[in-house]
């Protein structure tokens, strides 16, 4: 497996980043009164997600490292809620693309932890 340079570099980082954008895509089609509801928090967790596997892909510690991917880990949870109720809202007809998405996001992020736990 090749070293990675930068967070960038990391195929669960790139999965995340493609869902980022996938929201920033949905939640432009909410209504105009969600800007600083729905649409905000979705947006706000989504990026939480990449940006936290970003800050923790710099930690040295272990430990450190393991606490950033768990807080993107719940964002990714947060975003899950956000999709089903975008969808029961009927501000969105599908969230088939997105869903999957979080799940293969949430794998990679897990199997990626349980390395560096395996290493420890």
């Not at 606490?67 to 964002?75: D, G, K, L, T, V």
């Amino acid at each position: 497996m090749k070293k990675t340079t930068s967070f960038e570099d990391l195929l669960v980082w790139q999965k995340g980043h493609q869902f980022v954008l996938e929201v920033y895509k949905i939640s432009k089609q909410f209504p105009k009164e969600e800007i600083y509801g729905l649409t905000s928090q979705f947006r706000r967790a989504a990026i939480s997600i990449t940006a936290n596997i970003a800050e923790g892909y710099k930690r040295i510690n272990n430990k450190e490292k393991l606490r950033f991917y768990n807080i993107a880990q719940a964002s990714l949870e947060e975003c899950r809620y956000f999709l089903i109720l975008s969808k029961d809202l009927e501000y969105v007809k599908s969230i088939s693309k997105e869903k999957e998405l979080i799940e293969e996001v949430s794998k990679m992020l897990n199997a990626y932890c349980r390395s560096i736990l395996n290493k420890s």
